[in-house]
Every structure is written in C-alpha cells, then in structure tokens.
C-alpha cells in the first residue's frame, strides 16, 4: 500500500516512523512546507504533492483549519484522507474520493507509543475506501472502530474532558502543592486510585468528595486559599458535582 503524508508535525513523524517498520506499507512520498524534513528518514520529502508518483492513499496530517487549503492545492484519484477528529469528510472537496484516519491517542515529541492499542475511527464515503482504511488501520493497531462523523464529534469531547481538562487540573494541582512547598508525588497514590477506578468502572459511581455532600465549609476554606481564576474553576466543578449526584 502506497502512502503520501502530508505534514510534518508529531502525528506525521509517529506515523512516518510506523509506516517506516511496516513491510506492507511504502511511504512514497512525504510532503511538508519547510525546507527540509524535521528527521532523518527514507521516504522522499517534497514541497508539493508528486503526481507522477503513484499512491493509495493521501493522509493529511495537518491542522484543522489548513485542510481545506491543502485538499484544494492538489490533484489525484487516489483516496484522500485527514486525521482531524471535529472536521467532516467535506473539507476534502473538491476530491472525490475522501475520508477520516483519526487515531484517538495525545502524540508529542519523543514519545513511545504502543500502536496496537490505539483506537483507529474510520469514515468513508464509499464501502470499498473505507475496506482500504480499515486494511491500513490493522497494519498499525488492534481497536479499528468504523464511525460516523456524529460519534466521531462526540467521541472527541469525551476525549478532550479525559485527556485535556484532567491534565489541565492536574496541573493546577501541582502549582498548589508547589506553593506550599509540598511534593506533588504526594497526591500520586489517590490519582493513581481515581484513575484505576474510572477505567474500570463508572466513574460517576466513585465520586466523593466536598461538592457531592454540599460541605460548603471546608469548599470556603479551599476557596480562601487560590488564586481567583483557580477559585471560579473550583465553584464551577463543585456546582457541576453537586448538581449530577443531588437533583
């Protein structure tokens, strides 16, 4: 299977490398804006999109709002595909033949993955490209999911209240302990427990806490102690809280 990435960020470097290991698929070409490819690799970087070399499937890993602007800026009959999660199929026109190869995973620099159990969620306008998709998708993982672009939107927000917002408090939580000069590794076990907790279970059925029993006194107490942007934060949650476990 004949491959043409475009991009050159953490998504196109992992997938690049993957591709790299995989005898069944070839990286025919490699298409970024910069001068020169931000590592050392076998597949032919270019500027433009190469029609005289034959591919399968093009993969656009690249910002949301550049999709439209890249699609338009080449040409070909091979299988065109983005790997946004909150974007459709239609920012691909004008080709004819589109889809969606999202990975439903947080990838950053220098970071070991484990491809065979990283979610693929796969979209196609026609039965045969999405069979293509989905071969692709088992050379790299295990969990190939077929998906509408609806479940798609929905299925990236509960990643982005799982992934961005947890890691956004979890942060919070370390300027806290660094304020008063305590060690976050302190909070590690009771993290560790929560998460453990809602991967197993439902998580809604685990909440504890000074929100779910209403204590507005010791609420007051943490409210005194941060800054005003982490205490609107804090009221926010709590009345989030309260309300899911008391109406």
């Known amino acids: 299977m004949r491959i043409a990435l475009f991009g050159t960020g953490n998504l196109a470097t992992h997938f690049l490398k993957a591709f790299e290991r995989l005898e069944t698929i070839s990286c025919v070409q490699w298409i970024g804006r910069s001068e020169h490819p931000p590592l050392a690799n076998h597949t032919p970087y270019f500027n433009v999109f190469q029609n005289d070399i034959e591919v399968d499937i093009c993969i656009l890993t690249i910002s949301d709002d550049h999709i439209a602007e890249v699609a338009q800026g080449f040409k070909t009959s091979a299988l065109v595909v983005h790997t946004a999660a909150a974007q459709s199929m239609d920012v691909l026109a004008p080709h004819k033949r589109t889809g969606v190869f999202y990975p439903l ?6 970071q070991k993955l484990r491809w065979k159990n990283i979610p693929f969620c796969l979209e196609a306008n026609d039965n045969t490209d999405l069979d293509l998709l989905g071969k692709l998708a088992r050379q790299l993982s295990d969990e190939v999911h077929f998906v509408t672009a609806e479940q798609r939107l929905h299925l990236h927000a509960a990643a982005v ?87």
């Open 105 to 110: 995973q947080r990838f950053s620099t220098g």
């Open 161 to 247: 209240f799982a992934n961005n917002f947890c890691n956004h408090l979890l942060g919070i939580s370390q300027q806290i302990t660094s304020n008063a000069g305590l060690p976050h590794a302190l909070l590690h076990p009771i993290i560790k427990e929560t998460l453990a907790h809602s991967l197993h279970s439902d998580a809604m059925t685990h909440q504890t806490g000074p929100a779910k029993r209403n204590d507005r006194h010791t609420q007051s107490k943490h409210i005194d102690i941060l800054t005003t942007e982490e205490a609107n934060l804090y009221r926010a949650l709590s009345q989030s809280i309260y309300k899911t476990h008391n109406t």
